[in-house]
């Protein structure tokens, strides 16, 4: 058993408590960085199916911004020159972390929206005009609600997608999982424990999300009814 | 009740309607036949303005809907459209597509609109079916349950459009039936269709459209029995 006895397990053991910390600010940010980017992305979904070239430019135009440009790029230009700029001084990895994950995937749930909302037939939108429904009407009780079910299935991929992609947010020195497995390599100029382990956190991680969304994605099949048939008078 | 003054309908460049006249009575039932790509469904959606129309004037009960003034909104309310689709909303339950715009629009609580709703969809035969959701009804059904939604905003005027064309011979009776009711419960109503037997039974008036005119209209028997015009002719020697 030479080849386990090369690796030194104890490593990870004494940093556990380091370890926790980073596997808690790769939750949050991504929690926070989903959470924010499908409110923001439903906002700019909706602003990409509109008719107004007021809104529909603006949020066109931001879209493939974020999508044309690495998130690594932002969060540097976000951590190290927008928010210093705007608020004189550095607000901390925490707030330029969530900020730039939000802002990235917001682009990213956009064109999910977009794409999930256009992908409704246009006769459901008619139909519900011509009951006298006002557009945001249709679209909050017609459109969204079909259009949601669609959506499930990449905004999981999204999420799984930002998960790894926080990532980075190791560059402006977030201590999230891999910049734990950075400081302990640092530390014992070991490279096998650190980031294999960080690899197997991410793993662990990815696989709860791919479950959860499987999970969700079946509640909502247009089949699952749980409302038994009620006795009518 | 309806009135429509040289109605022009332009899709960019192309001119699908070029000056239509016409007036609707009160519980009049209106057919509109005519060969395809003639402008019926163009017509009928313009009349809820599905379709913005490019000249002319639309008038339901004296008031112009397509003034931008008009609350287009209330207007349809007031004028219940059945698409060839159905359209219904394939999220919702049966029962549910009926409420829904009763309980958005007319603010009724849940107890009167399902009490409403069970009421139409005893009128379309389809109560036991209330709480299916619409991939589990057959297309006739569907269609009826779209009649029900329509006719719950308590509409003045329905607008069908080839409201059988989708559907399996077997199930166009059925359909028929219901707006055969319909039109003797005194509905005024406008439908674009292919029935011919249903223009002339329950049609007070026929018009038959081409090419983006109103060619010839009159009494279904003078339009079917006795045809003035060449194109009528043409046509009719064609479907009946
Ligand atoms: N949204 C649209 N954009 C461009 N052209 C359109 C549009 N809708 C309809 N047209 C054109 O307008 C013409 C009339 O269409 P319309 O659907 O009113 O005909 P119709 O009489 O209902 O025919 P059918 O019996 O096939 O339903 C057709 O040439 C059609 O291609
Ligand atoms: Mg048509």
Same mark, same amino acid.
């Not at chain 1, 030194?8 to 929690?31: D, H, P, S």
């Not at chain 1, 017609?142 to 905004?155: D, G, T």
């Not at chain 2, 163009?42 to 599905?50: A, D, Q």
């Given at each position: 058993?030479?080849?386990?006895?090369?690796?030194?397990?104890?490593?990870?053991?004494?940093?556990?408590?380091?370890?926790?910390?980073?596997?808690?600010?790769t939750?949050?940010l991504t929690?926070?960085g989903y959470?924010g980017g499908?409110?923001f992305g439903?906002?700019l979904?909706?602003?990409?199916?509109?008719?107004?070239?007021?809104?529909?430019?603006?949020?066109?135009i931001y879209v493939d911004v974020f999508r044309g440009t690495p998130l690594l790029v932002q969060l540097l230009l976000i951590h190290l020159a927008v928010i210093?700029?705007?608020?004189?001084?550095?607000?901390?990895w925490?707030?330029s972390g969530i900020v730039g994950l939000i802002l990235n995937s917001a682009a990213y749930n956009a064109e999910?929206?977009?794409?999930?909302?256009?992908?409704?037939? *246009?006769?459901?939108?008619?139909?519900?005009?011509?009951?006298?429904?006002?557009?945001?009407?249709?679209?909050?009780?017609?459109?969204?609600?079909?259009?949601?079910?669609?959506?499930?299935?990449?905004?999981?991929n999204e999420f799984i997608a930002l998960l790894k992609d926080s990532s980075l947010v190791t560059v402006i020195a977030g201590?999230e999982?891999l910049y734990?497995? *950075?400081?302990?390599?640092?530390?014992?100029?070991?490279?096998?424990?650190?980031?294999?382990?960080?690899?197997?956190?991410y793993?662990?991680?990815?696989?709860?999300?791919?479950?959860?969304?499987?999970?969700?994605?079946?509640?909502?099949?247009?089949?699952?009814?749980?409302? *038994?048939?009620?006795?009518?008078? | 009740?309806?009135?429509? &003054?040289?109605?022009?309908?332009?899709?960019?460049?192309?001119?699908?309607?070029? #000056?239509?006249?016409?007036?609707?009575?009160?519980?009049?039932?209106?057919?509109?036949? #005519?060969?395809?790509?003639?402008?019926?469904?163009?017509?009928?959606?313009?009349?809820?303005?599905?379709?913005?129309?490019?000249?002319?004037?639309?008038?339901?009960?004296?008031?112009?809907?397509?003034?931008?003034?008009?609350?287009?909104?209330?207007?349809?309310? &007031?004028? #219940?459209?059945?698409?060839?689709?159905?359209?219904?909303?394939?999220?919702?339950?049966?029962?549910?597509?009926?409420?829904?715009? $009763?309980?958005?629009?007319?603010?009724?609580?849940?107890?009167?609109?399902?009490?409403?709703?069970?009421?139409?969809?005893?009128?379309?035969?389809?109560?036991?079916?209330?709480?299916?959701? $619409?991939?589990?009804?057959?297309?006739?059904?569907?269609?009826?349950?779209?009649?029900?939604?329509?006719?719950?905003?308590? $509409?003045?005027?329905?607008?069908?459009?080839? $409201?059988?064309?989708?559907?399996?011979?077997?199930?166009?009776?059925?359909?028929?039936?219901?707006?055969?009711?319909?039109?003797?419960?005194?509905?005024?109503?406008?439908?674009?269709?292919?029935?011919?037997?249903?223009?002339?039974?329950?049609?007070?008036?026929?018009?038959?459209?081409?090419?983006?005119?109103?060619?010839?209209?009159?009494?279904?028997?003078?339009?079917?029995?006795?045809?003035?015009?060449?194109?009528?002719?043409?046509?009719?020697?064609?479907?009946?």
């Amino acid at each position: 058993m030479e080849f386990f006895d090369f690796f030194r397990w104890e490593i990870i053991w004494n940093y556990r408590e380091l370890y926790a910390k980073g596997l808690w600010a790769t939750i949050v940010l991504t929690a926070c960085g989903y959470i924010g980017g499908i409110i923001f992305g439903l906002l700019l979904g909706l602003g990409q199916v509109s008719k107004k070239k007021l809104i529909y430019w603006p949020a066109k135009i931001y879209v493939d911004v974020f999508r044309g440009t690495p998130l690594l790029v932002q969060l540097l230009l976000i951590h190290l020159a927008v928010i210093p700029t705007i608020f004189g001084s550095s607000q901390g990895w925490w707030v330029s972390g969530i900020v730039g994950l939000i802002l990235n995937s917001a682009a990213y749930n956009a064109e999910i929206f977009r794409a999930g909302i256009q992908s409704i037939d *246009k006769g459901q939108m008619e139909a519900a005009r011509s009951l006298g429904l006002t557009h945001s009407q249709a679209m909050r009780k017609v459109i969204l609600p079909q259009a949601f079910r669609r959506m499930i299935p990449p905004l999981g991929n999204e999420f799984i997608a930002l998960l790894k992609d926080s990532s980075l947010v190791t560059v402006i020195a977030g201590a999230e999982i891999l910049y734990v497995s *950075k400081v302990v390599a640092g530390t014992y100029q070991r490279f096998w424990e650190p980031y294999l382990f960080a690899a197997f956190l991410y793993l662990v991680l990815t696989y709860a999300v791919t479950k959860l969304v499987a999970f969700i994605e079946k509640r909502v099949d247009i089949n699952y009814n749980p409302r *038994k048939k009620k006795e009518r008078a | 009740m309806i009135k429509v &003054e040289n109605l022009h309908k332009h899709f960019g460049k192309l001119e699908v309607l070029k #000056g239509i006249d016409y007036e609707v009575q009160e519980k009049e039932v209106v057919c509109v036949i #005519g060969p395809s790509g003639s402008g019926k469904s163009t017509f009928l959606r313009c009349m809820n303005l599905l379709e913005e129309v490019t000249d002319g004037a639309i008038y339901i009960n004296g008031v112009q809907i397509n003034d931008p003034k008009t609350n287009i909104n209330e207007i349809r309310t &007031e004028v #219940g459209m059945v698409f060839q689709q159905f359209n219904l909303f394939p999220h919702m339950s049966v029962i549910d597509n009926i409420t829904m715009a $009763p309980m958005q629009i007319r603010n009724l609580n849940k107890q009167d609109a399902e009490q409403l709703a069970m009421e139409l969809l005893d009128k379309v035969g389809l109560r036991e079916k209330a709480d299916n959701y $619409p991939q589990q009804l057959s297309g006739g059904q569907q269609q009826r349950v779209a009649i029900a939604r329509a006719l719950a905003m308590k $509409p003045k005027v329905m607008l069908f459009d080839e $409201p059988t064309s989708a559907l399996d011979p077997e199930m166009v009776k059925e359909v028929l039936e219901v707006m055969k009711n319909l039109a003797k419960e005194g509905m005024t109503m406008v439908v674009v269709t292919h029935e011919m037997g249903f223009a002339r039974e329950v049609g007070d008036r026929v018009l038959f459209m081409d090419g983006g005119y109103i060619v010839e209209q009159g009494h279904p028997e003078d339009v079917f029995g006795n045809p003035q015009n060449e194109r009528t002719k043409a046509f009719l020697g064609k479907v009946l």
